[in-house]
């Protein structure tokens, strides 16, 4: 079946611009996940959905970054008023819960969306 | 906060050498997850380990958790240019976000 998938892959803007990143989730799977990765480094958490629940915000950088999932599926990441330290490669990733006691689950990542602030 | 450390950060090596990356973390890990992430691409988990001194194979990857659950070991034996790749390790948290180290840039040279 498909994977996830994240459009666009590349995007360029201009500083004080907003952008918005789309994450499209494995069918069927209920917790999503948002990552910042910047160059040659891991990955910086930024925010997860999981089924109706309310998000845990709590990597989210500051008020510039906000995220919604719409019918438990798609997501879109904003970014408002962009700055040079926002470029990264933005990566979605979802399972099919987050993990409970003796279970574990595997995150699938979609190829990631290459964000340059000029 | 739980922190991740792996060693090294960078490892460039000929092919059909053998090498071993570490994650440790601050903090008893709940469960490990190791993936690899090549250029261009997400992450691919290549194994999860749960339990203290658990050891896994996964061809020519051996996985090991360290006893006290606080530290892994992944050794690749007869690298090859296609295990070139970002190896990343992860703890796996309870109804948590993940939280990754920063991972060991490895380059096989052919």
């Known amino acids: 079946g498909a994977g996830v998938s994240q459009s666009p892959s590349n995007k360029v803007t201009e500083k004080g611009k907003d952008v918005e990143l789309r994450c499209d989730p494995i069918?069927?799977?209920?917790?999503l996940y948002w990552y910042r990765q910047r160059l040659g480094q891991g990955l910086e958490f930024l925010i997860y959905?999981?089924?109706?629940?309310?998000?845990?915000k709590s990597g989210l950088p500051s008020d510039r970054f906000s995220a919604e999932r719409t019918g438990g599926s798609v997501s879109t990441l904003t970014i408002q008023r962009t700055q040079q330290e926002d470029s990264a490669v933005y990566l979605c990733?979802?399972?099919?819960?987050?993990?409970?006691?003796?279970?574990?689950?595997?995150?699938?990542f979609g190829p990631g969306t290459r964000l340059t602030v000029t | 906060t739980q922190l991740l450390e792996q060693s090294p950060q960078f490892l460039s090596i000929q092919e059909g050498e053998n090498l071993t990356v570490y994650c440790n973390s601050s903090?008893?890990?709940?469960?490990l997850q190791w993936y690899r992430q090549e250029p261009g691409e997400g992450p691919v988990l290549l194994v999860t380990?749960?339990?203290?001194?658990e050891v896994k194979k996964l061809k020519r990857l051996t996985f090991q958790f360290g006893d006290a659950r606080k530290d892994s070991s992944l050794h690749i034996t007869a690298a090859q240019p296609g295990d070139t790749g970002l190896y990343l390790c992860?703890?796996?948290?309870?109804?948590?976000?993940?939280?990754f180290g920063p991972g060991t840039r490895l380059s096989v040279l052919p």
């Open positions: 903090s008893v890990f709940s469960s």
């Open positions: 380990v749960v339990t203290g001194g």
């Open positions: 990733a979802s399972s099919l819960a987050v993990n409970g006691a003796g279970t574990f689950y595997e995150q699938y």
């Open positions: 069918s069927g799977h209920t917790a």
């Open positions: 959905f999981q089924g109706n629940s309310a998000p845990d």
């Open positions: 992860a703890d796996t948290a309870i109804g948590q976000n993940f939280v």
